[in-house]
């Protein structure tokens, strides 16, 4: 893949705002979740989308929305393809909904669907999008973020765990992972932390996480990767041995499948 196909940069106008933009890209992304929330939408070609457990089929027009944590993917269907995304920081959406809704216990107010369809979404996407690549917009690049986003939310929040303290056991599980991100946990290990058997372990966390628990600690390493990649002075190995991976390139490999860039081109962005 070549590098300039896929484009990551912090919003000059918004630093809250990481943005992404692939240029006839072959780029494919194994299942993956991100910290932000995120939408976007599909400038040319056609991609198989799917969405914690859904899947639909994305066009050029369609705007997906991602909340932060949901496993998704998101693949051309034949050759190249070309698309926009945002990433907006967790902290200042919440300061937002903290705004616009009644005060609640619960962490946020998701997307109201995986996705939306239109030409007036499409428009004002691509009117955002600009006006966050100059630093002088910032004023008007907020007032069209804050117009943009608000009527996507539900109307409803949630907690981002809702679906899992349900079951205590896999809180334990995921906890674990979280607590000993560096460690190369064992399925005995976070069987015998759940009390269920290994079988029902890798089932019911699949069902409730969108991934198997060794899939789902990889993941989570990626995640914690890009937060310190965006850091000053973060040596790629220093990354890499405090994450637990074998060596740079079992890292390079993982970053790679699930981002379409490498590490250092990812840390270069930043820079």
Request: aromatic share 10%; net charge neutral; proline share 5%.
């Amino acid at each position: 893949m070549d590098k300039d196909s896929v484009q990551l940069a912090r919003s000059k106008a918004l630093p809250c705002i990481d943005m992404r933009r692939a240029n006839q890209s072959s780029a494919c992304y194994q299942a993956h979740a991100h910290d932000e929330f995120s939408f976007g939408t599909i400038d040319a070609g056609s991609a198989s989308y799917r969405n914690s457990g859904q899947c639909h089929q994305a066009s050029k027009g369609m705007l997906v929305t991602i909340n932060p944590g949901d496993v998704h993917a998101c693949n051309p269907d034949r050759g190249v393809w070309s698309y926009r995304m945002l990433f907006i920081d967790t902290t200042w959406l919440g300061q937002l909904q903290a705004e616009l809704f009644a005060p609640s216990t619960v962490d946020y107010r998701p997307f109201r669907a995986d996705y939306q369809t239109g030409e007036h979404l499409y428009q004002a996407f691509d009117r955002l999008y600009n006006q966050l690549s100059h630093p002088s917009q910032a004023l008007a690049a907020e007032s069209e973020l804050i117009e943009f986003i608000c009527p996507l939310l539900a109307g409803n929040p949630i907690s981002i765990n809702a679906r899992h303290k349900r079951l205590p056991e896999l809180q334990r599980v995921s906890e674990l992972i979280m607590d000993r991100l560096e460690d190369n946990l064992t399925l005995e290990v976070l069987s015998e932390a759940s009390g269920l058997s290994r079988y029902q372990l890798i089932r019911l966390f699949r069902q409730h996480y969108g991934l198997p628990p060794h899939a789902w600690q990889l993941d989570q390493r990626i995640r914690r990767a890009r937060t310190l990649l965006k850091q000053p002075h973060t040596s790629l190995g220093e990354v890499a041995l405090q994450l637990g991976f074998a060596d740079q390139a079992h890292f390079q490999r993982h970053f790679r499948q699930r981002t379409a860039l490498t590490p250092g081109q990812f840390q270069a962005f930043f820079r």
